[in-house]
């Protein structure tokens, strides 16, 4: 299967807990993004990269969380200190750079903060 | 903000029907997507649409990317049970903001009577 892959798929943690978690986009893709989904609305940008260049950060984009992309292959997304309210499913995205916005997503990971 | 305005939010279709949904914004987007989202996965691809006024199928799928670049339509034709999902409208700004970020719809529910 060549598509974006995510790990893991479903994480529980503690309200407190560091969490990660891992985006392998399609291998050709040089731009890499991260979208926050909750129950009942459609996906939220949180940032993405270009390469291992990190281009675009939303506001949702907290302190606790932080992308990297270090060699321009896979990324990873860590959220600290974890709140109730970071529960939803991340979904990771990949496109080519020079395209009009087809964007492929991943599976997502499903974090529940208890 | 950007915001897509996706209509209807809901729909109850007997198999066989065809099927239209909308998506409004009060910006230009330069690029529309459509997506299909199905329990615990990430969106899929349906339709990509690059210019205005451009009309593309896939399968039994056809959108269109609307005149003034502010909305796009999707119709499903002969519909069957595996239709049945959450579809996503995205629009894209591109050109020369170098944004990655795509802005989803609220989504639209189809389900489909056997």
């Known amino acids: 299967d060549t598509g974006v892959s995510q790990d893991p798929r479903h994480k529980i943690t503690k309200r407190g807990q560091n969490v990660t978690f891992r985006c392998d986009p399609i291998?050709?893709?040089?731009?890499l993004y991260w979208y926050r989904q909750t129950l009942g609305q459609g996906p939220e940008f949180l940032t993405y990269f270009q390469n291992e260049a990190q281009l675009e950060k939303s506001r949702l984009l907290s302190d606790r969380f932080s992308a990297e992309r270090p060699k321009g292959s896979f990324s990873t997304l860590e959220i600290q200190r974890t709140e109730q309210g970071d529960s939803a499913m991340y979904l990771c995205a990949s496109s080519l750079v020079i395209g009009t916005g087809g964007q492929f997503f991943g599976p997502g990971t499903r974090l529940t903060v208890l | 903000g950007q915001q897509l305005n996706q209509s209807p939010q809901s729909m109850f279709i007997q198999e066989g029907e065809d099927v239209s949904m909308n998506c409004t914004s009060s910006s230009i987007f330069n690029t529309w997507l459509w997506y299909k989202q199905e329990p615990g996965e990430g969106p899929v691809l349906l339709i990509a649409l690059y210019k205005a006024g451009e009309l593309t199928s896939n399968g039994r799928l056809t959108a269109q990317f609307g005149i003034t670049r502010k909305d796009s339509f999707l119709n499903i034709s002969a519909s069957i049970p595996s239709d049945v999902g959450i579809y996503f409208c995205a629009g894209h700004v591109g050109g020369s903001s170098n944004t990655g970020k795509l802005i989803f719809g609220q989504g639209t529910t189809l389900q489909v009577k056997p």
């Open positions: 291998s050709e893709h040089n731009r």
